[in-house]
T-cell receptor
């Protein structure tokens, strides 16, 4: 049972444009959501997070949006840069279980020149 | 601050053997979690240790075990290795406060079981 889903396995975006990565979840107990970026042969790197009490969180070029009623979140990267090319994972955790992250399957982003 | 370190980075074992992986968290972090990444199942939570006690556990068989030492370093052990245990094993650390969710990952140990 995949509780966190990233339905797009890959995405290609031109440099300078917006990248939008999507994530859906089914477990209503999830109340904290995170995005990680992963390069081959490295561990995931934390990017940005959002609590269920918010619907938007920004950090530089990265913005995460949360739609609780739709159980959907998205990561916007503006403007996209070639160095953003990586696999992006969304993750979720229920209240009080901060360490037990449930990950999506990942979306491979390729930013082209 | 130094990041999360994991040793060894690569390991080759044969079926039936056992293996021990090591993780040193970021200084001051008291929580260490372990994850398994495989092409088929993605990233899956194994267990979390906090103050030398297992605080959370995922859905893995008892062949997977761990421990944490008083300096917060953690080890993970897999006994009676199976081919399906071939994976990237990732360790992550965090301060341990239940309200703090961001975890910081090490580079992983790539285990190959032949």
């Amino acid at each position: 049972d995949q509780q966190v889903k990233q339905n797009s396995p890959s995405l290609s975006v031109q440099e300078g444009r917006i990248s939008i990565l999507n994530c859906d979840y089914t477990n209503s107990m999830f109340d904290y959501f995170l995005w990680y970026k992963k390069y081959p042969a490295e561990g995931p790197t934390f990017l940005i997070s959002i609590s269920s009490i918010k619907d938007k969180n920004e950090d530089g070029r990265f913005t995460v949006f949360l739609n609780k009623s739709a159980k959907h979140l998205s990561l916007h990267i503006v403007p996209s840069q070639p160095g953003d090319s990586a696999v992006y994972f969304c993750a979720a955790t229920p209240r009080g279980t901060a360490s037990k992250l449930t990950f999506g399957t990942g979306t491979r982003l390729q930013v082209t020149l | 601050k130094a990041g999360v370190t994991q040793t060894p980075r690569y390991l080759i074992k044969t079926r039936g053997q056992q293996v021990t992986l090591s993780c040193s968290p970021i200084s001051g972090h008291r929580s260490v979690s372990w994850y398994q990444q495989t092409p088929g199942q993605g990233l899956q939570f194994l267990f979390e240790y906090f103050s030398e006690t297992q605080r959370n556990k995922g859905n893995f068989p008892g062949r997977f075990s761990g421990r944490q030492f008083s300096n917060s370093r953690s080890e993970m052990n897999v006994s009676t290795l199976e081919l399906g245990d071939s994976a990237l094993y990732l360790c992550a650390s965090s301060p341990g406060d239940r309200s703090y969710n961001e975890q910081f990952f090490g580079p992983g140990t790539r285990l190959t079981v032949l």
